[in-house]
DNA sequence: GCCAACGTTGGC
DNA sequence: GCCAACGTTGGC
């Protein structure tokens, strides 16, 4: 049987990184994972074509912007090496890498975001990570029930 | 600006 | 291995 399509929520600071951002360069490394379980989920649960929810953390509001695709598999992360990025880990080696990125491409931006106080008011969202207080991780894993009903919310077609 | 919730670091 | 101190994330 073949494997289910997995959903993921994955969350930029728009000021870092914005949907709008994304939409214009069609494509882009998902860099700065430095935390080892949102890394893990990357190496061993993500795989190409894996549809995302494209999350602005830190804005005002704070919500579902957009949606996006995993268009490749993990690979090592190639700031980690670099001693001028502020993702440098000195750690790291070419040999023996500590982190890893996705690439991911632009779906679509959504006509409003969905702020996090909407999810956290729907019933049908109940236990989705991102309503869960003090929830951090930049990468969560989403259930495709809780990922239509994003769309739903926001008004999306199918 | 505040602070909860973690994750990391480093002394022991 | 324990745990206190510290730093970061990120909502409010």
């Not at 893990?40 to 602005?56: E, S, W």
């Not at 695709?69 to 090496?81: E, G």
């Amino acid at each position: 049987m073949a494997r289910t399509r997995g959903h993921w929520l994955l969350k930029s600071e728009p000021t870092a990184y914005s949907i709008e951002d994304l939409a214009r360069d069609g494509q882009t490394f998902w860099e700065g994972v430095r935390n080892h379980q949102a890394r893990n989920f990357l190496r061993d649960a993500m795989r190409k074509g894996d549809l995302v929810l494209f999350y602005h953390s830190n804005a005002k509001p704070p919500g579902v912007a957009g949606i996006a695709k995993v268009v490749s598999d993990a690979y090592p992360d190639a700031t980690q090496f670099d001693p001028e990025s502020r993702y440098y880990d000195p750690r790291a080696s070419r040999d023996q890498p500590r982190w890893l990125v996705v690439d991911v491409a632009f779906v679509a931006c959504f006509k409003h975001l969905v702020p996090l106080a909407t999810l956290k008011a729907d019933a049908a969202l109940e236990g989705m990570l991102v309503t869960r207080r003090g929830q951090r991780l930049s990468v969560q894993p989403v259930e495709q029930r809780h990922y239509a009903r994003v769309l739903e919310l926001a008004g999306h077609p199918g």
